[in-house]
């Protein structure tokens, strides 16, 4: 069996490579870095490393080959004889990859199924539309698979030199598991491991989305402010530590309200994650973590739509808004956007713009925070002591 995986970087190597060669496929990696290529071909391996805290564990993939991206045949043929396709490039690159997956659908003598690992909802039919606009208007795309993938492993780093003749070295946690849309899936997949297929996509993405996401981001945002380098070392501040668990607790109530406590999880989920925070040897830094701030204040995204699904389940957050105010800060500090764009004077169409315009009083809310920090933070000044969460989520 062969797959063929578009993305060669931490969730194309560190999680979909190693599950899949476990799982009994040949795996070749599509990337667009031609020193990479050429380290994995002449090495023939790469390592992952799991590590907890407290335990690491090494696997080593074997066998892996690689290829540019811009080898349109040797792309073509991989294609043509893959059992599987799977991406991990990043949702903005998907466009840039459709072209080549529907040249190999063209090809293909048997169906195969196409899996997303990509930070979005709705990674399976969008791939899937994008592919479309490659393929004739008869083409029976609907005979091939598209699914997303919901992926729970973090992995922080890559080690190792590509000049090198020592195998790169992915560094992890432990968690494997990952969610399918098992209903948009074509034919029989062997086990793989970690793999779940789920009923209810858009369930099991907002879970990880308005927890883990939500929780990471208040880490990174706060840590930010209070001039932490790693999310380690910001997890340890009591404040902080306060702030995450309090940001997926709101997180969590308004899963259960949407999609039922078998989804949501319970408090001893949200402690698991946090544990995973704590993890120095990921030495996952805070501004990895936090880059994008434009992107993740977003309507539907980790800390503005969970705080949209707290308010559906009757409560009012606190902890959101005040990682949404960090957020601004590190948009003007480390982001590099101007400071005129970020006060909330005009509160309305700042709002707006971010994302946060959905409810003027979550919108009050995050322009409060956002000017308390103002009175003792600046780039080059981090905050002491956070304004305290004075008033615990509470029912609307």
């Excluded at 992952?48 to 690689?66: C, F, K, M, N, P």
């Excluded at 259960?256 to 040897?281: H, S």
């Excluded at 700042?350 to 979550?362: H, N, P, Q, T």
Aim: proline share 6%; with cysteine.
């Amino acid at each position: 069996m062969k797959a063929v995986i578009f993305g060669a970087g931490r969730i194309g190597c560190g999680l979909a490579g190693l599950a899949l060669e476990r799982a009994g496929y040949q795996v070749t990696l599509v990337t667009r870095n031609p020193e990479l290529v050429r380290h994995l071909n002449a090495v023939g391996s790469y390592r992952v490393r799991l590590v907890d805290g407290h335990h690491s564990e090494e696997q080593v993939v074997r066998g892996a080959r690689a290829l540019c991206v811009a080898d349109d045949d040797g792309v073509r043929r991989e294609l043509e004889a893959a059992d599987l396709v799977a991406t991990a490039v990043g949702a903005s690159r998907l466009p840039d990859v459709a072209p080549a997956i529907a040249g190999g659908l063209r090809r293909a003598e048997r169906r195969l199924n196409v899996i997303a690992f990509e930070n979005l909802i709705d990674a399976g039919p969008a791939l899937a539309a994008l592919v479309a606009n490659d393929l004739p208007v008869d083409f029976p795309l609907g005979d091939h698979g598209f699914s997303g993938a919901v992926v729970t492993r973090a992995v922080s780093q890559r080690v190792g030199d590509v000049r090198g003749s020592e195998p790169l070295t992915f560094v992890g946690d432990p968690p494997s598991r990952f969610y399918v849309h098992g209903p948009s899936l074509r034919g029989g997949l062997p086990a793989v491991p970690g793999m779940v297929e789920v009923d209810d996509f858009e369930a099991y993405f907002n879970r990880k989305l308005y927890t883990f996401s939500a929780g990471h981001a208040t880490t990174a945002y706060l840590g930010y402010v209070k001039g932490y380098r790693y999310i380690h070392a910001a997890i340890r501040d009591p404040e902080i530590r306060a702030a995450a668990l309090a940001a997926m607790c709101e997180g969590q109530c308004g899963l259960a309200a949407r999609y039922g406590r078998a989804v949501a999880g319970g408090e001893g989920e949200l402690e698991a994650i946090m544990r995973r925070f704590e993890n120095p040897a990921l030495n996952d830094r805070v501004d990895r973590v936090a880059r994008d701030p434009r992107r993740k204040l977003g309507p539907r995204e980790r800390l503005a739509g969970a705080a949209r699904l707290a308010a559906v389940g009757g409560m009012v957050p606190v902890a959101l808004p005040m990682a949404a105010a960090a957020a601004l800060c590190y948009a003007a500090g480390a982001g590099g956007e101007a400071a005129a764009s970020l006060p909330w004077a005009a509160e309305t169409t700042e709002a707006d713009r971010s994302g946060l315009g959905f409810s003027k009083a979550f919108g009050l809310d995050v322009t409060s925070a956002w000017r308390e920090m103002q009175e003792s933070w600046r780039p080059d000044t981090p905050i002491v002591h956070l304004h305290p969460l004075d008033r615990a989520a509470e029912p609307r």
